[in-house]
């Protein structure tokens, strides 16, 4: 049962362009979003969030965007830099005493 | 910066004995969590502990599961009879804040399990 759906396991990006990153969910109750960032041998860190009231949140050069209607959530790193090469997850939460639910998360290759 | 700091790093132990997994969360956080990745698949939940006992759990955390916090800092991890299917990386992690509003989760670096 995948609550959280990150359809595309790899993508590659060239240096200085725009990486998106995808994320579908199914379950109507999460209003609480965030992505994770994982390097190897490390474990996930906060990159950045959104609630279900706002449809877009920046921080720097990470931007989310929400489309509740769609379910679907998607993050944008302008300009992607090769540091920005990582495992990253998206994750959300629901109303109640729920806890985080994961994608399979999405390795992003930035090419210098 | 505070962390999430997890022992061992690397654990193998043989099918069948008891393995106790060790985290310290930030000093100030008062939600813990236990979440796990098998290799390839997702990071999965496990449990959650608020105020000296669970206030949630997955259908994973059955009764060969167990956690505690016997001092206050620690925050431990112990599978009573490990399975070949036990092997995963174990990720804690804690929170200021619980749901609904859970917000940034700090996880530490894993500690990787390997059941032979």
């Known amino acids: 049962d995948q609550q959280v759906k990150q359809n595309s396991p790899s993508l590659s990006v060239q240096e200085g362009r725009i990486s998106i990153l995808n994320c579908d969910y199914t379950n109507s109750m999460f209003d609480y979003f965030l992505w994770y960032k994982k390097y190897p041998a490390e474990g996930p860190t906060f990159l950045i969030s959104?609630?279900?009231?706002?449809d877009k949140n920046e921080d720097g050069r990470f931007t989310v965007f929400l489309n509740k209607s769609a379910k679907h959530l998607s993050l944008h790193i302008v300009p992607s830099q090769p540091g920005d090469s990582a495992v990253y997850f998206c994750?959300?939460?629901?109303?109640?005493?729920?806890?985080?639910?994961f994608g399979k998360g999405t390795r992003l290759s930035v090419i210098a | 910066e505070p962390e999430v700091t997890q022992t061992p790093s690397h654990q193998v132990t043989q099918m069948g004995q008891e393995v106790i997994l060790r985290c310290v969360p930030i000093s100030n956080h008062l939600y813990f969590y236990w979440y796990r990745q098998i290799l390839g698949q997702k990071v999965e939940f496990l449990v959650s502990?608020?105020?000296?006992?669970?206030?949630?759990k997955s259908e994973i955390f059955d009764d060969q599961f167990s956690v505690e916090r016997p001092d206050g800092s620690n925050f431990t991890l112990k599978i009573r009879s490990t399975k070949l299917e036990d092997s995963a990386m174990y990720f804690c992690?804690?929170?200021?804040?619980?749901?609904?509003?859970?917000?940034?989760?700090?996880f530490g670096e894993g500690s990787r399990l390997t059941v032979l």
């Open positions: 959104i609630s279900s009231i706002k």
């Open positions: 994750a959300a939460s629901g109303t109640g005493n729920t806890p985080l639910v």
């Open positions: 992690a804690s929170s200021l804040r619980g749901a609904p509003n859970t917000g940034e989760l700090f």
């Open positions: 502990f608020y105020n000296n006992e669970i206030s949630e």
